[in-house]
């Protein structure tokens, strides 16, 4: 998000000049839920690979990781998401 500390001005340019994909996903921790999870779960499913997902305070992008390593491992959406309800990284 726009008001995040540590953001780089430009950030998406720079980025997009070494060759990137950038998208910029603005989530607040307080916004995360099932439904936006499995938003951008999709969402970052169909990104060119590698990817890398972060965040200024580093809450949201572990979920979000948290929750593709689990999907990945075979752990269904449901089960990975209370997995990461109980880490205390978003609420119910």
Known sequence: MADET?????????????GLYYLNFPTKCEDINHQ???Q???????LPKPTLIYCD?????????FLH??????????????KIINLGLISD
């Open 57 to 65: 305070n580093l809450i949201r992008s572990a979920a979000i990781v």
């Open 36 to 38: 936006s999870t499995l």
């Open 6 to 18: 540590g953001i780089l001005a430009n950030e998406q340019e720079k980025t997009e000049l070494l």
């Open 69 to 82: 390593i689990a999907l990945q491992q075979g752990i269904g959406f449901e089960k990975a998401l209370q």
């Open 40 to 46: 951008i779960y999709q969402t970052i499913t169909e």
